[in-house]
């Protein structure tokens, strides 16, 4: 057996092309478009390059970007004011704050600044409650991106036994709580998990996301698994021996071009949302 891969790109190419429909029809109602504001701290290369390609993207789809940059050595309290100042702003509709911040920087109280109305990147405790009570909201990006994929390729999820690699707060946790939604048997592990392999090899559906470059060997999983590879290490380097898992998986994500294309499909089809929402409430 050799998988097919699963073409996040082409997936969200689709999402894209459905997002230009949606905020043509959203300016024609509303006589405005949709705006994100990201919110950059410091000067990581990284991070610069991403918050260029979220713009870029963006624009693409008809969203109006606001791009915020403040100074590497600004303060949480300096962070937090700014966030909570476009949280206010009735002219902005969703937020995203680029992780990770400088270390000095306390990025959970910069997170917790940004309106849950506003949180279109699922990052804030409100948003992470929702996900994890099945209540209506805002999913963290790459775990709502993971399940549209998911769904995009028809996998069954009720019954099915799904191990997720990792537990970080804005992947690890919150996709097994949207995989538990859906009536997965959910497992959690990470790097310090006694068995890994023995406990791999039970899942139906892997979703590696621990940030270790091919933690997950090609022998550990089962024949016929889909496999979710959510890591992305220096040098187009995933979580999953992907060579040797492709060789007995039926679907399995290449990185790049899996997972990471489904997480700003994500964040932009949850600005439109947001953006709906609030010209539905009352002002």
Same mark, same amino acid.
């Given at each position: 057996?050799?998988?097919?891969?699963?073409?996040?790109?082409?997936?969200?190419?689709?999402?894209?092309?459905?997002?230009?429909?949606?905020? *043509?029809? $959203?300016?024609?109602?509303?006589?405005?478009?949709?705006?994100?504001?990201?919110?950059?701290?410091? %000067? %990581?290369?990284?991070?610069?390059?991403?918050? &260029?390609?979220?713009?870029n993207?963006? &624009?693409?789809?008809?969203?109006?970007?606001?791009?915020?940059?403040?100074?590497?050595?600004?303060?949480?309290?300096?962070?937090? @004011?700014?966030?909570?100042?476009?949280? *206010?702003?009735?002219?902005?509709?969703?937020?995203?704050?680029? /992780? #990770? =911040?400088?270390?000095?920087?306390?990025?959970?109280?910069?997170?917790?600044?940004?309106?849950?109305?506003?949180?279109?990147?699922? !990052?804030? $405790?409100?948003? $992470? @409650?929702?996900?994890?009570?099945?209540?209506s909201?805002? /999913?963290?990006?790459?775990p709502?991106?993971?399940?549209?994929?998911?769904?995009?390729?028809?996998?069954?999820?009720?019954?099915? /036994?799904?191990?997720?690699?990792?537990?970080? #707060?804005?992947?690890?946790?919150?996709?097994?709580?949207?995989?538990? *939604?859906?009536?997965?048997? !959910?497992?959690?592990? /990470?790097?310090?998990?006694? %068995?890994?392999?023995?406990?791999v090899?039970?899942? %139906?559906?892997?979703?590696?996301?621990?940030?270790?470059?091919?933690l997950?060997?090609?022998?550990? +999983?089962?024949?016929?698994?889909? =496999? +979710?590879?959510?890591?992305?290490? #220096?040098?187009?380097?995933?979580?999953?021996?992907?060579?040797? @898992?492709? *060789?007995?998986?039926?679907?399995?994500?290449?990185? #790049?071009?899996?997972?990471?294309?489904?997480?700003?499909?994500?964040?932009?089809?949850?600005? !439109?949302?947001?953006?709906?929402?609030?010209?539905?409430?009352?002002?």
């Amino acid at each position: 057996m050799t998988a097919e891969d699963m073409d996040g790109a082409a997936v969200a190419a689709t999402m894209f092309e459905n997002l230009k429909a949606d905020v *043509e029809e $959203f300016v024609q109602r509303f006589g405005r478009r949709p705006v994100l504001a990201t919110v950059l701290v410091g %000067d %990581d290369p990284a991070s610069h390059t991403y918050v &260029r390609m979220k713009a870029n993207r963006s &624009r693409s789809v008809g969203i109006d970007s606001m791009r915020i940059e403040i100074p590497a050595q600004a303060t949480t309290d300096e962070v937090v @004011a700014r966030i909570r100042e476009l949280s *206010e702003d009735p002219s902005v509709d969703g937020i995203l704050l680029q /992780h #990770p =911040v400088p270390p000095h920087v306390d990025g959970r109280a910069a997170f917790e600044a940004i309106d849950s109305s506003k949180d279109v990147d699922g !990052v804030t $405790f409100a948003s $992470f @409650a929702k996900m994890g009570l099945g209540a209506s909201g805002f /999913h963290a990006a790459t775990p709502g991106g993971i399940l549209a994929l998911l769904d995009a390729y028809d996998v069954p999820l009720a019954g099915k /036994h799904a191990v997720v690699v990792g537990r970080s #707060p804005i992947l690890g946790k919150p996709v097994g709580l949207l995989l538990l *939604e859906r009536d997965a048997t !959910v497992t959690y592990c /990470h790097s310090k998990t006694r %068995d890994l392999e023995s406990i791999v090899a039970t899942a %139906d559906i892997v979703i590696a996301a621990v940030g270790r470059p091919e933690l997950i060997q090609g022998a550990w +999983i089962k024949p016929g698994a889909v =496999v +979710i590879d959510a890591g992305y290490n #220096p040098g187009n380097v995933g979580d999953v021996e992907y060579t040797k @898992a492709r *060789e007995v998986a039926r679907l399995i994500t290449p990185v #790049p071009g899996g997972v990471g294309p489904m997480t700003i499909a994500t964040l932009l089809r949850q600005t !439109v949302a947001a953006a709906l929402e609030r010209e539905a409430s009352p002002a």
